[in-house]
Every structure is written in C-alpha cells, then in structure tokens.
C-alpha cells in the first residue's frame, strides 16, 4: 500500500509539473527565461 502511495504521488507531481510548464509556456514566460539565462552565462565570463 505504502509503494502505491509513493507511485500515485510522483505521477501527480509530474502531472502538475507539465501542467505549470505548459501554463508558463503559453503565457510567453520562456523568452524572459532565455534572456535571463543569458544575461547570467555572459555576467559570469565577464563580457556583460
């Protein structure tokens, strides 16, 4: 029952993980993501 309970609860999780993803995703929050992700890569090397 206990190993039932542990699949049922990493399924939902993954679920709700594609879920938000494709909420995010659908709202235009992957650009931000992306120029974010970028101005970090080019602070670390010094060039921004």
Do not use: Q
């Not at 679920?15 to 995703?25: L, N, Q």
């Amino acid at each position: 029952m206990k190993l039932k309970n542990k699949k049922l609860a990493g399924i939902l999780v993954l679920i709700m993980g594609i879920a938000f993803m494709g909420i995010g995703a659908s709202r235009g929050e992957v650009e931000i993501v992306l120029m974010k992700a970028i101005r970090i890569c080019l602070e670390c090397i010094g060039i921004g």
